[in-house]
Structure formats: C-alpha cells, structure tokens
C-alpha cells in the first residue's frame, strides 16, 4: 500500500527564515504527488502538485517542491517565511494516474515566529 | 473557493444518531471523494463515486454509507452514531489529477 511520511509533525521558524517541511513516500513506480494547506477553520487547499513533468514544481504563495526519485522525497520549501504561511501542511500521493483516491500524510504545523 | 460546497458546517448530535452530510461537486466534475479527518487518524479516504456509480472504498464502516445522485451531488450518511466519529468531513471533486476540497463539515456526537 501507498503511504506518506511527514517528518516533523510541527516546525517552527522565524518570520524571513527558510520554510522547510519534509515529505517521503513509498511508491514503486513515480506517483503523483501533491502538497496542501489548511488554515485553521478552513477546508484543504492545492499548494502544488507534481505529475511526472518537470522536477521542480512551483506553487501559490511562494512555495516549491522538489521531486527526488532516488529518495523518493517531495520536500516543500520557501526561502522566506511569513506570517501568514502559519498553517498545516499535507503531503498526498495519488498512487495511480487518474482521478483516484489521496493518501495523506499526517500533516505538519508551521509555526512563524515574529 | 474551491467550487465544492458542503453542509452544513457544523452539526451536533448524540450517541445513536443518524445523520446526513451533503456535497455538491464543482460544476462538471463527476467524481466526489469522502475523507474523514480526525487527530488520531489525521485524513483518511472513506468512499468515492463516479458519475453515479461507487468507484473505491476505504476505511468507510459499516455504519456509514454514501450515495452520488443523478445532478451529481453526494451525501454520507452516518448512522448509529459514536463519540469516535466526532471529526472534519471533507467532500472533495476532481479533474484532471486534481482534487477539490469543500470547507468541511464538521461533526460534534455528545
């Protein structure tokens, strides 16, 4: 079975500093891959999503991933964290090309610190 | 706004209860996707239909049930209620490898 592993259930970081939030999966062929936002008292948003075109993949508010087959990891970045980019994040992989089912990872809580 | 609309937000129920939680799909889309989310099992897949018919199952109890109507609109329905099932249900809709999310509806079972 497919699954996501978020490391780091909350990170916290300084209002300016690097976002970093870290996403592996478990896939025997290249997946789609997709990250997500929650705001507080707010359904799930589309942040970015990869589908087996180019690695780097640039979303919404700033944010981009990488696609690393050889680590079978889609970590989520931005260079400089602002306050309103506090918010759970989740990582899903859609096993199967098609509109089919996510599986979700547990999410992490990003924190920013002014 | 996603286009995925759901009520109601909130509902507030008690043990052995029977409910409806009701989806209406982005205009055109005719797959709808139910999860569930809760803090201990964090976002999990419950059900999917396409176009009417059910197209995948995950970890839906028996308790629970879903169905897609002809204009395409889905309901869940929750019966027999318990303090576990207290949680977030999102109603997605996709196309094209993307899916949509709803606002949630949020179940309280006293």
């Known amino acids: 079975a497919q699954s996501v592993t978020q490391l780091g259930s909350h990170v916290s970081v300084s209002e300016g500093a690097l976002v970093l939030l870290r996403c592996n999966y478990s896939s025997s062929v290249p997946p789609y891959l997709f990250w997500y936002v929650q705001y507080p008292n707010q359904g799930l948003q589309l942040l970015l999503k990869?589908?087996?075109?180019?690695?780097l993949v640039k979303g919404i508010n700033g944010f981009e991933a990488e696609f690393k087959k050889s680590e079978t990891s889609f970590h989520l970045t931005k260079p400089s964290a602002h306050m309103s980019d506090a918010a759970e994040y989740f990582c899903?992989?859609?096993?199967?090309?098609?509109?089919?089912?996510?599986?979700f990872g547990k999410g992490t809580r990003l924190s920013v610190i002014a | 706004d996603s286009g995925v609309t759901q009520t109601p937000k909130h509902l507030i129920t008690a043990t052995g209860q029977r409910v409806t939680l009701r989806c209406s799909p982005r205009s055109g889309d005719l797959s709808v996707y139910w999860y569930q989310q809760s803090l201990d099992q964090g976002l999990q897949f419950l059900i999917q239909?396409?176009?009417?018919?059910?197209?995948a199952k995950g970890n839906i109890l028996e308790r629970f049930s879903a169905q897609q109507f002809p204009d395409l609109h889905s309901e869940l329905n929750l019966s027999s209620l318990e303090l576990g099932d207290s949680a977030l249900y999102f109603c997605?809709?996709?196309?094209?490898?993307?899916?949509?999310f709803g606002p949630g509806t949020r179940l309280t079972v006293l």
């Open positions: 239909y396409y176009n009417g018919e059910e197209r």
């Open positions: 899903a992989v859609n096993p199967q090309p098609g509109n089919t089912p996510l599986v």
């Open positions: 990869y589908t087996s075109a180019a690695t």
């Open positions: 997605a809709s996709s196309r094209d490898n993307e899916q949509f």
